[in-house]
């Protein structure tokens, strides 16, 4: 009679073992890059738009065309404002001008 040769029972529980802590640190930094994209697209100065939605609370935006190049740097890209409601459909919160001080 033969005998079976498989893996020992130490390999099976090992391995399994691998593949639960990598679900777990996969979960862990799957949260964190939701958490970081948020606030790499919070403009760190003042968010300038053309125009107010109606549904937006004053406070958040300035109103006007751009920034005042003499003391203030535009930055390229797609920004929000800082304090953006976690809720909030952050297309209709871009600004159309993030404006940072510039000395």
Known sequence: MKRAQGLPI??????????LVLVVVGAIFGGQIGKFGRAAS?????????????????????????????FETKLS??????GTPKDAKLTDWQC??????TG
């Open 77 to 82: 890209g797609t920004y929000i404002p800082r």
């Open 10 to 19: 130490s390999t099976i529980i090992i391995a399994a073992l691998g593949i």
């Open 42 to 70: 919070e403009c760190p100065g003042k968010c300038v738009r053309t125009t107010m939605a109606p549904d937006i609370p004053s406070g958040y935006f300035e109103i006007g065309t751009g920034c005042n190049p003499e």
């Open 96 to 101: 159309s001008a993030c404006c940072v001080p």
